[in-house]
């Protein structure tokens, strides 16, 4: 296992315009416009140099070509934002409907390849717990095997290119309930050449979003639920010395989801995970996302930005930047 080695949290953010939603569909709207993302990525990084994460996504399916190049779907070309200091943050999609593992194996090998130099994290599987939606891993038949099997492939391969910055782990949403045992029989699947390959694990969560919370019981709520995941689900599963990292969240304005709020939400989260980072050994922060995929549209899925879709700032933009600099991790110093 590779710790983490920044002090303060590890921020990022994802800075494409489409965002899966939770009928199995896309919403989009403009595309992207790489100038301004780099333009607003550095606004919110505050100075070179100062490690932050860009989050993308990529995908394997049965029509996945081997040997690659495999070019990230959202955004388009997000290398070009590892710059600066700034490291991608990939995501390898499981959408294999005939359950094919090995190309899965093989895929994930294959990013580590183009990628590896320009990555920090790579995320092998995107919420494998939720079975519902085609958007996500969860639908798909052999997924936990897939991440069992695929981390200690991709970390070997790896090392053998002697990418030693690069860390793997997986996600899921927040587990309560029965499943809360999601991860145990991850493990128990797995046994310790998938343990011992893991670096970290992801959290996607939204509060306020799908259940309302007031604002006055928000901060307890998070910690609340941060606490569980780390007592309930990674200790019994043999996880509870791995960072947390909370790999998505935002807060989607519209319709009675006033700006103002956002800003609010989100300054409340990131400051409870602030207060907890080193109690609940919690290394980082990905908002989701930069940017609207339609401010025409009033659906939820269509606004969770920091900016509208032509990228002017909302007020939780410059909350954002002032988070990172209050609570990011710092600039390396020259060597």
Known sequence: MTPTTHDGLLFGIYPGGAAGDDTGGLAQGPPDDP????????????????????????????????????????P????????????????????????????????????????GAVTDTL???????????????????????????????ARARARELGHTHLRFGFNTTPLLGPAASFVTELTGLGGAEFTDALDYVGLDFFPDVFHPVAASDLAGAVEGLLRHHREAVLAPAGL??????ITEHGWPTGPGRPEHRQADVVETVVEALAAQRERLH??????????????????????????????????AFDCVRMLVERFGAPVPDPV
């Open 282 to 315: 919690l290394s980082g922060y990905t908002h989701f996302a930069l940017r609207d995929a339609d401010t025409a549209r009033a659906g939820l899925f269509h606004r969770f930005g920091l900016t509208t879709d032509d990228y002017t700032p909302k007020p």
């Open 240 to 245: 509870g010395r791995l960072p947390l990292h």
């Open 76 to 115: 388009a070309d997000a290398a070009r934002y590892a710059v600066r200091g700034r490291r991608l943050d990939l995501v390898a999609q499981y959408r294999s409907l005939t359950g094919d593992v090995d190309g899965y194996c093989a895929f994930l090998c294959e990013l580590v390849e183009q990628y």
């Open 123 to 153: 995320q092998v599987a995107e919420e494998p717990d939720v079975t519902s939606n085609p958007v996500l891993d969860g639908c798909y038949p052999r997924v936990r095997e897939a991440i069992v099997r695929g981390v200690p492939a």
């Open 35 to 74: 100038a301004r993302v780099s333009y607003l990525l550095d606004r919110l990084q505050g100075r070179p140099g100062r490690p932050f994460l860009v989050r993308a996504y990529t995908a394997f399916d049965d029509i996945t070509r081997p040997g690659g190049p495999h070019a990230t779907a959202a």
